[in-house]
């Protein structure tokens, strides 16, 4: 079992309201990502980060924000959010060293804005 | 274009029965390919990686294959059970860069019934 945790599993909101979706591991690994799902689509890495105060956007455009304050964390927010934000958001963390190393994922966070 | 297409996009088996996915790529130059598993509403988790050097790895009734020449890779499901009924997802990465940047497929989704 990959010891990395998201939070909320499930959130519907309304147009226009921030949200923050939570990831934390405590595999003390150094590198971290964002990966954005829909439904029989690939995933789309949208930002990571390979170390504190380290961050970068991935290959598919986003609104939304991360930091990385704490090597356990690493939250994703959106200021407004959008319908056209609807989908489900995975987040993962692997080893530092290591060029293409195992993704350990957590369970998604499914966001649906209405 | 770097690419992974895995074939087909979904599969529907009886119990007991074994079964073969398919995953073809482009991605040069090569590092290593993994066979994710992802159950309906979790995240993806690794079942087996290949590199270059490496014809075929088992895990349990998984058995995956790599031809390096053709690019093309299987995942052989032997005496399949309910359980692996999920999302199967091939991620391909390269050594074009230390990161090892990472290309996914859009997963092959298995049904089996009893």
């Known amino acids: 079992e990959a010891d990395i945790y998201q939070t909320p599993r499930y959130l519907v909101i309304g147009t226009g309201k921030k949200i923050t979706l939570e990831c934390s591991q405590t595999?003390?690994?150094?590198?971290m990502y964002w990966y954005q799902q829909d439904p029989g689509m690939e995933l789309h890495l949208i930002h990571y980060s390979y170390g504190v105060n380290s961050t970068e956007k991935g290959d598919l455009s986003s609104e939304s924000t991360v930091s990385r304050i704490r090597t356990e964390h690493f939250p994703l927010t959106l200021e407004s959010a959008r319908p056209s934000h609807t989908s489900q958001y995975l987040c993962?963390?692997?080893?530092?060293?290591?060029?293409?190393?195992?993704?350990?994922f957590g369970e998604g966070s499914r966001l649906t804005v209405l | 274009k770097n690419q992974v297409e895995q074939s087909p996009q979904s599969l529907i088996i009886l119990e007991g029965k074994n079964c073969t996915l398919q995953c073809n790529y482009t991605v040069s130059p090569f590092s290593n390919l993994r066979w994710y598993k992802q159950d309906t509403g979790r995240g993806p988790v690794s079942l087996t990686i290949m590199t270059f050097s490496e014809n075929t790895k088992s895990n349990g009734r998984y058995t995956a294959t790599l031809d390096a020449d053709t690019k093309q890779s299987s995942l052989h499901i032997t005496a399949s059970q309910l359980s692996d009924s999920a999302s199967y997802i091939c991620v391909v990465s390269d050594r074009g860069s230390t990161l090892g940047r990472l290309y996914f497929g859009r997963g092959t989704q298995l049904t089996v019934w009893p």
């Open positions: 993962a963390s692997s080893e530092s060293g290591r060029s293409a190393g195992e993704l350990f």
């Open positions: 595999m003390g690994h150094d590198k």
